[in-house]
């Protein structure tokens, strides 16, 4: 039995022990009454009664108008009482009778009903007290909850105002903004990364834009622009006058991007910009390379990680435009780690043992094994791009190489992919394609 029911039976007995306390519940149990009626009704002092009052604390309220009534607790003494009374009664000549034995019996089974009573009374009092606080804990929680709903809403809606009106300087205020979706999920693939993908359709009268921005761990990742409806220079509508230089609006939304971020692998690739000659497609500052491709209205500005002559271009920074439109605005960099540097495998070499690989290797179609194909000497395409191996986000020297089949074999496949790991020359996978292309 815990203390709280202990206390509230010591309470019951103690106050029902006493015949005057018992008297004082019966007279409220048919009336309420004022302190000077019950005084009259029962002749003792003053001090006594209140004395009485005191100890009836949990089984008497005293109501605004003076009069003292029963509380619930009290209303229960009275049923017992009034039960126990009845018992008496009925047996008052019979107990009498009785010899000192069954008295005493008798006198034990009352008290276990009362103490019966007691426990019930407690019980439930208990349960309908677990229940109110339950109650209010839940409605606690759904107002935590919704303040911090709120919270996280606000602080997104700021995140992608910082993005949109600071760093690529669409001007919102001319547009009606709906939010077309908001969707969360922990992206086990990439080491449980927290990944948040926003949807916003900008609308005024002669465009439509939709934007979609991509947030993992609340660090801005992605922003796409889609232009829907309109024709520039009409649309997008910006604060400022955008440059028609390419490095220039490069170097500009590098800088914005850098105020809302004070990420501290911004600065240098502000050195880098600041310094960039117009006539250079590829340059380097420390540990960042700024690669810009070309071709006709469109550009690729890439900004990525460099060290000890192996560049990381998943771990970068990539711009995309389109009429010297900002299509595309992704941030790698702070993603991604380098775990090795180390390039221990040719290009030639990697080839080899890609060939070597493909020699025991086979696959199924439709039920069939597919093992005797043959592969052509070229053409043959080797990739170098780093990336994970054991761990998600740590970036590792790789090449990929694709070698070409004679023709197409069963499941159409004409070419076979093997990952081959620069630094230990390890295969670190291969698969059949179907569908490639000759390079």
Sequence with gaps: MCGLEEDTYSTIFTSLRHPARRTILKMLSERAMTFSQMLDKLGIPGSQLTYHLETLSEFIVKMETGKYKLSRLGEASISMLKGAEKVESVQTKR????????????????IGIVLLSSMSYVQYASFNQLSRDYGL???D??????QNQQILLSSTAERVRTIIRDVVQIDITQYE?????????????LGGVVEEILKYSLTKSRSKIDIDLRFRNNHFSLYEFSLLEGVPPYDPVFTQPQPTDILETTKGIIERYKSSTNDPYLEEMSMLLASANKTNNEQTLGNTKLRVTIYGDNAEVLLLYTASGVDFAAKSIRLLFQNNILKELSDDWFFYEVGSTQVSVSKEQAIQIARNAANDFEWNSDGETVSNFNVLSEPVSALFFPHSRTEPLVLVPYWYITLYLDREYP???NSIAVGVWADTGEVANIQALSGQAVT
């Design 141 to 146: 929680f759904e107002r935590v909850k919704s």
């Design 137 to 139: 804990l839940k409605d």
């Design 411 to 413: 499941g159409g496949v």
């Design 95 to 110: 107990f009498s009778s009785l010899p000192l034995r069954w008295k005493s019996v008798f006198a034990v089974l009352i």
């Design 177 to 189: 903004i709906t939010l077309l979706s908001n969707t969360m999920e922990t992206r086990s693939d």
